[in-house]
């Protein structure tokens, strides 16, 4: 019975991430051609605070205007806080039943019109999925690489050698720079 459920709740995953898949066309690049870009950290990665100041960084010296989601399913106990702004931060209770982020959530995103989105989280989860998925970024770069392609630019770790956020968008930044 639960493989039946989960095979149900597949299937409805999958028929959401056509229904709301960005049809923008994308590509690499240059950076002097972008202005807005998002970037998604996931709170449980100890260099997340790390990776955010990195970020900022990078896109303060490229002047790019930049807006970062977190992603924080943990179950938080009482008297726990959160440690990222409300607005930009997807928790548990942002998903709906089946893993899709609200509606407020992903408008937020694409409402921002990035030309540049970026992900240092390695780990997928269906909400993360859906929403590289849904954004309208034209550029994309990321860690691992989602079905369907999604990103542009993908960091290829090697000999297996698991990075932290923060030292992965230091290598993606790399990339980056050396695409101009």
Same mark, same amino acid.
């Given at each position: 019975?639960?493989?039946?459920?989960?095979?149900?709740?597949?299937?409805?995953?999958?028929?959401?991430?056509?229904?709301?898949?960005?049809?923008?066309?994308?590509?690499?690049?240059?950076?002097?051609?972008?202005?807005?870009?998002?970037?998604?950290?996931?709170?449980?990665?100890?260099?997340?605070?790390?990776?955010?100041?990195?970020?900022?960084?990078?896109?303060?010296?490229?002047?790019?205007?930049?807006?970062?989601?977190?992603?924080?399913?943990?179950?938080?106990?009482?008297? =726990?806080? #959160?440690? /990222?702004?409300? +607005?930009?931060?997807?928790?548990?209770?942002?998903?709906?039943?089946? !893993? @899709?982020?609200?509606?407020?959530?992903?408008?937020?995103?694409?409402?921002?019109?990035?030309?540049?989105?970026?992900?240092?989280?390695?780990?997928?989860?269906?909400?993360? =999925?859906? #929403?590289? /998925?849904?954004? +309208?970024?034209?550029?994309?770069?990321?860690?691992?690489?989602?079905? !369907? @392609?999604?990103?542009?630019?993908?960091?290829?770790?090697?000999?297996?050698?698991?990075?932290?956020?923060?030292?992965?968008?230091?290598?993606?930044?790399?990339?980056?720079?050396?695409?101009?």
């Amino acid at each position: 019975m639960s493989s039946l459920i989960d095979n149900a709740i597949s299937l409805i995953q999958r028929r959401s991430l056509r229904r709301y898949a960005s049809s923008a066309d994308t590509g690499i690049l240059p950076l002097s051609s972008i202005h807005n870009a998002i970037a998604f950290l996931d709170v449980e990665d100890t260099s997340f605070d790390l990776c955010k100041n990195r970020i900022l960084q990078f896109c303060r010296s490229h002047n790019i205007k930049v807006e970062i989601f977190f992603l924080d399913f943990r179950k938080l106990g009482e008297g =726990e806080r #959160l440690i /990222t702004s409300i +607005n930009t931060t997807i928790l548990r209770k942002d998903l709906n039943w089946f !893993g @899709r982020p609200s509606e407020e959530k992903i408008r937020l995103m694409n409402g921002m019109n990035p030309d540049l989105l970026i992900s240092a989280i390695r780990e997928k989860n269906f909400a993360y =999925e859906f #929403l590289v /998925t849904a954004s +309208n970024a034209r550029f994309k770069v990321g860690r691992k690489q989602l079905p !369907g @392609r999604i990103f542009d630019v993908v960091l290829l770790e090697k000999d297996n050698k698991v990075l932290n956020e923060a030292d992965a968008f230091a290598n993606l930044a790399k990339l980056m720079e050396r695409m101009q």
